[in-house]
């Protein structure tokens, strides 16, 4: 079993609609977890980062957490053609700066 | 601050040639982590080197090895390339040991031929 697992299934929005990617994970190591945004042919971007189980917003984007249920959420609100991207998840122990990352989501929002 | 800088962002090499690839972090920031990004593995840890030591490794054969320099820099070598090894590699840096997030660059594009 992968430590992270993420469908790698394309997702296709119309504009405005939300949009909704998850990960779940194996290693109870793992204490803090982020969402990157990666453009074609750029760098990863990072979007959300979070400690903690719950949830934690920065304006359209919510991140969600789950350490019981090894699940963490990324909630993209009022989608825009500019969101179109991948998203990837990815994970690590404290004090540890090797991450695990999923496989990401190419999300393509339509106009 | 300027943000991860990586050269080349393009190379095209030959199977049985080495490469060297080499990473500028943020200002300031002194852990240097690299990765290596293929559609089929996504992205996946090679080692990570702070001041100048190497203090992670993943899961990759010897012929891929890295070092940092004083200023932080760091380069990855990769030897006698194999197909396998067309990917994107990415360099990400890291302010503080376990505060910071990991910032990417945008990363080299090698295509072994």
């Known amino acids: 079993q992968k430590e992270v697992e993420q469908d790698p299934g394309p997702l296709s929005v119309p504009e405005g609609a939300i949009v909704s990617l998850n990960c779940t994970y194996s290693n109870s190591a793992f204490q803090y977890f982020m969402w990157y945004r990666q453009y074609s042919r750029k760098g990863p971007e990072l979007l959300m980062y979070?400690?903690?189980?719950g949830n934690k917003e920065d304006g359209r984007f919510t991140a969600q957490v789950d350490k019981s249920s090894k699940y963490i959420s990324l909630f993209i609100r009022d989608s825009q053609p500019s969101d179109s991207a991948t998203y990837l998840c990815?994970?690590?122990?404290?004090?540890?700066?090797?991450?695990?990352f999923g496989k990401g989501n190419q999300v393509v929002v339509i106009p | 601050k300027a943000g991860v800088t990586q050269t080349p962002r393009y190379l095209i090499k030959t199977r049985g040639q080495q490469v060297t690839l080499s990473c500028s972090p943020i200002?300031?920031?002194?852990?240097v982590s690299w990765y290596q990004q293929t559609p089929g593995q996504g992205l996946q840890f090679l080692f990570e080197y702070f001041s100048e030591t190497q203090r992670n490794k993943g899961n990759f054969p010897g012929r891929f090895s890295g070092r940092q320099f004083s200023n932080s820099r760091s380069e990855m070598n990769v030897s006698t390339l194999e197909l396998g090894d067309s990917a994107l590699y990415l360099c990400?840096?890291?302010?503080?040991?376990?505060?910071?997030?990991?910032?990417f660059g945008p990363g080299t594009r090698l295509t072994v031929l």
């Open positions: 990815a994970m690590g122990p404290y004090g540890n700066n090797r991450l695990a």
């Open positions: 990400a840096s890291r302010g503080e040991w376990g505060g910071d997030t990991q910032y």
């Open positions: 200002s300031g920031h002194r852990s």
């Open positions: 979070t400690y903690s189980s």
